[in-house]
């Protein structure tokens, strides 16, 4: 799984408080209480980029979460932390409604000092459609996933993520699973993330740049987590991302093929 996302920063540390909150509400009586896995919190050190695409790497707490009451939910086990509402379709297709954390782009990420470049965190809307079933063994857990950020400025972004689990089970004391996910953006989100504008081409000494939609970016990796005890994990990843041509050829990217480790711990309960 992916947890990119810091709460390191005061947005997200306010975003997680105030979903923690919002899993504790009660839902309508008349839904009917459904299924799923258990509980989990805890956190792990991620080192990788600052940012997708630059070229100064960095230490971050990020935060592991799976919680879910009814049909709220709030998770960091898709890639993003988000909180919402799932309800089923039928035994392996649910959907649902989600709000996330749209992580920014710090000034202490450029090596050459362009902080005029830095983005603020934000929040995004959206919807999703998720697949979860077993091929023979092997759990298969595939989401399509749509969000459009609150600062319309910004633009939305697809994605679609699919993991699967390739190694362990329920007794097992090491569980592990890939992923891969690709990511697209309209033109809004490609310019807010690395595009160049005008006024500031001098100041980086580059012609200004306006990328198009496309592919924002593709990643692929491997989850594991090794049972220390009973309900509680030590949990990390390895992750690779390739961003997308129109990120590429930015001249805010410095570095394309992006690399995160992580590793930390997780309680079940």
Same mark, same amino acid.
């Given at each position: 799984?992916?947890?990119?996302?810091?709460?390191?920063?005061?947005?997200?540390?306010?975003?997680?408080?105030?979903?923690?909150?919002?899993?504790?509400?009660?839902?309508?009586?008349?839904?009917?209480?459904?299924?799923?896995?258990?509980?989990?919190?805890?956190?792990?050190?991620?080192?990788?980029?600052?940012?997708?695409?630059?070229?100064?790497?960095?230490?971050?707490?990020?935060?592991?979460?799976?919680?879910?009451?009814?049909?709220?939910?709030?998770?960091?086990?898709?890639?993003?932390?988000?909180?919402?509402?799932?309800?089923?379709?039928?035994?392996?297709? $649910?959907? @649902?409604? +989600? &709000?996330?954390?749209?992580?920014?782009?710090?000034?202490? /990420?450029?090596?050459?000092?362009?902080?005029? =470049?830095?983005?603020?965190?934000?929040?995004?809307?959206?919807?999703?459609?998720?697949?979860?079933?077993?091929?023979?063994?092997?759990?298969?857990?595939?989401?399509?996933?749509?969000?459009?950020?609150?600062?319309? $400025?910004? @633009?939305? +972004? &697809?994605?679609?993520?699919?993991?699967?689990?390739?190694? /362990?089970?329920?007794?097992?004391?090491?569980? =592990?699973?890939?992923?891969?996910?690709?990511?697209?953006?309209?033109?809004?989100?490609?310019?807010?993330?690395?595009?160049?504008?005008?006024?500031?081409?001098?100041?980086?000494?580059?012609?200004?740049?306006?990328?198009?939609? @496309?592919?924002?970016?593709?990643?692929?990796?491997?989850?594991?987590?090794?049972?220390?005890?009973?309900?509680?994990?030590?949990?990390?990843?390895?992750?690779?991302?390739?961003?997308?041509?129109?990120?590429?050829?930015?001249?805010?990217?410095?570095?394309?093929?992006?690399?995160?480790?992580?590793?930390?711990?997780?309680?079940?309960?």
């Amino acid at each position: 799984m992916l947890f990119k996302y810091s709460l390191t920063n005061p947005l997200a540390r306010w975003l997680a408080i105030s979903l923690l909150a919002a899993a504790n509400l009660p839902v309508f009586a008349d839904e009917p209480a459904h299924e799923h896995e258990p509980n989990m919190v805890g956190a792990v050190v991620q080192y990788g980029p600052a940012y997708l695409g630059s070229d100064r790497s960095t230490e971050s707490i990020i935060p592991v979460l799976s919680l879910t009451k009814n049909l709220l939910f709030l998770r960091t086990t898709e890639g993003i932390l988000e909180t919402g509402i799932s309800k089923p379709l039928n035994e392996t297709v $649910s959907y @649902g409604a +989600q &709000l996330a954390y749209e992580d920014g782009r710090t000034q202490n /990420g450029f090596s050459n000092g362009l902080k005029f =470049l830095s983005i603020n965190p934000s929040m995004s809307y959206g919807a999703f459609l998720q697949y979860e079933d077993n091929i023979g063994p092997m759990p298969i857990d595939v989401v399509l996933r749509y969000r459009k950020d609150i600062d319309t $400025s910004r @633009g939305s +972004q &697809l994605d679609m993520r699919v993991f699967a689990g390739i190694y /362990g089970g329920e007794h097992e004391k090491l569980n =592990l699973g890939v992923f891969a996910q690709r990511t697209l953006a309209d033109q809004r989100a490609m310019e807010t993330y690395y595009g160049l504008k005008d006024r500031f081409s001098g100041r980086l000494h580059h012609p200004s740049y306006h990328p198009d939609q @496309g592919v924002f970016s593709s990643e692929v990796g491997l989850w594991g987590a090794y049972s220390l005890c009973p309900k509680t994990y030590l949990v990390g990843y390895a992750e690779k991302i390739f961003l997308g041509s129109e990120a590429r050829h930015s001249p805010i990217t410095k570095d394309a093929n992006i690399n995160y480790f992580s590793l930390g711990l997780a309680f079940e309960f």
